[in-house]
């Protein structure tokens, strides 16, 4: 069974830029779509950008768009979210989660797709 394991978090300034990293471990292949989510204080988790493990296509909440970007390093099992410009609203905890069925729910951010999530990682945006 995979499991995520997220580096750490930390804490940026508005307008800086964090990378987060995410370590998908052991059967890895079965991975077809994964994603990050967030969850700021008193708010509901919510959906920040998905990609499609074959093709490499990426999707965005728009919230994030054009700032945000996600990748991935297949030979590594890696996956990052690349956030530039990040503004207050942009901090909070921060999980990576995965599923092995393609699904266009799936790929839009729909929580219940996903069975495998990481622990979690805090993000910061402050003065």
């Known amino acids: 069974q995979v499991q995520l394991v997220e580096s750490a978090g930390g804490s940026v300034r508005p307008g800086g830029s964090l990378k987060l990293s995410c370590l998908a471990v052991?059967?890895?292949?079965?991975?077809?779509?994964m994603v990050w989510f967030r969850q700021g204080p008193g708010k509901e988790r919510e959906w920040v950008a998905s990609?499609?493990?074959?093709?490499?296509?990426?999707y965005y909440a728009d919230s994030v768009k054009r700032r945000f970007t996600i990748t991935q390093d297949k030979a590594h099992n890696m996956l990052y979210l690349q956030m530039n410009t990040v503004v207050p609203a942009d901090g909070g905890q921060y999980y990576c989660?995965?599923?092995?069925?393609?699904?266009?729910?799936?790929?839009?951010?729909?929580?219940?797709?996903?069975?495998?999530w990481s622990q979690g990682t805090q993000v910061s945006v402050s003065s």
């Open positions: 990609i499609h493990t074959t093709d490499g296509s990426t």
């Open positions: 052991r059967d890895t292949e079965t991975m077809r779509i």
């Open positions: 989660a995965g599923t092995r069925w393609f699904t266009h729910g799936a790929l839009l951010g729909a929580a219940r797709e996903f069975g495998t």
